[in-house]
């Protein structure tokens, strides 16, 4: 349970000797029958965590934290699914001393705080992964429990990882997009097009909030990732990664580059929206990530 009482456990399963699959509930999450994306009546989620070697033996030991999320149409499974050919993190991660904590973002969940026509209420995704998870995470395991600790990364949907970290820099030391949803104004968008219904749920239609899409979109919230480790990935090659996906990457990386803020752009040339890409991306960025968190 969170300090403030926000988060309780339902259930805790270990799966394999360092990854555990936990269910909370939150009220954050409680949505109505009739709801869009399902009707979630108790508001339970469920989040997997990998923890380094040797957590168990060291009590005194403190590990920084990944927070990896998944794309659309995924779960909190994904990142841990390489039978189902998707993610391949515990064998990506190995042996490096960090805590990965890979959360459910809801099929099309947008990583926000739903706008619902003017009402607001659940979903409240941002809520539940910033205010009410990341203090659970650091009070139920031995973490690193400030930015210099705290990383977040993600693929495609999950790119919204470097607007959480744009919205909310107190949070984290550094974060990436793989193939990312970082920047929800490109022209090409799918949130602007094939997705327009459902964002317009989320942020409001777009013509007529065009300031609350602004407030959670990456180049406009550039600024506040001066002091934060950036990195972006992308390939090049079919739909939605030549159509949106690049030049999302790429007016995110000229946004920061005006701005004179570092970022580690690599681009998989012949790579698509696919999980040879996002694996392979986690791959390259790892080594650059544990080497600038601290360790306790």
């Known amino acids: 349970m969170t300090p403030d009482g926000a988060l309780t456990i339902v259930s805790c399963e270990t799966l394999r000797p360092r990854l555990r699959e936990i269910i909370l509930r939150t009220e954050s999450l409680v949505t109505p029958p009739g709801f869009l994306l ?48 998707a993610g391949r993190a515990e064998e990506i991660v190995g042996d490096r001393p960090l805590v990965v904590v890979m959360p459910d973002g ?22 539940y992964h910033l205010d009410e998870l990341i203090p659970w995470v650091d009070s139920a395991f031995r973490t690193i429990a400030d930015r210099s600790g705290r990383a977040i990364a993600g693929l495609s949907m999950g790119g919204a990882a470097v607007r959480y970290a744009a919205q909310r820099p107190e949070l984290f030391g550094a974060t990436a997009g793989f193939s990312g949803d970082v920047d929800i104004l490109q022209p090409a968008s799918e949130w602007r097009n094939t997705g327009r219904h459902i964002a317009s749920l989320i942020w409001g239609d777009v013509d007529q909030e065009e300031a609350r899409w602004r407030a959670v979109n990456g180049p406009d919230l550039a600024e506040n990732l001066r002091n934060t480790d950036v990195a972006l990935y992308t390939g090049d090659t079919g739909e939605p990664e030549s159509t949106f996906i690049l030049g999302a990457a790429l007016a995110m990386r000229e946004r920061l580059d005006e ?16 999980w040879r890409n996002f694996n392979r991306s986690l791959s390259k960025w790892l080594p650059d990530l544990v080497d600038r968190l601290r360790v306790v």
Do not use: C, K, Q
Not at 69 to 82: A, I, K
Not at 106 to 127: I, K, L
Not at 259 to 274: E, Y
């Open 106 to 127: 809801g099929v099309a969940g947008g990583y926000a705080d739903w706008f619902n026509g003017g009402a607001g209420g659940a979903p409240r995704w941002a809520t």
């Open 259 to 274: 701005l004179g803020i570092p970022v580690r752009f690599t681009l998989h040339a012949g790579m698509s929206h696919d």
């Open 38 to 85: 399902g009707e979630n009546a108790t508001g339970e989620t469920g989040v997997r965590i990998l923890l380094p070697p040797g957590y168990d033996d060291d009590r005194e030991m403190r590990y920084p934290v990944l927070y990896l999320l998944h794309g659309g149409g995924e779960s909190f499974r994904t990142w841990t699914s390489p039978d189902d050919g």
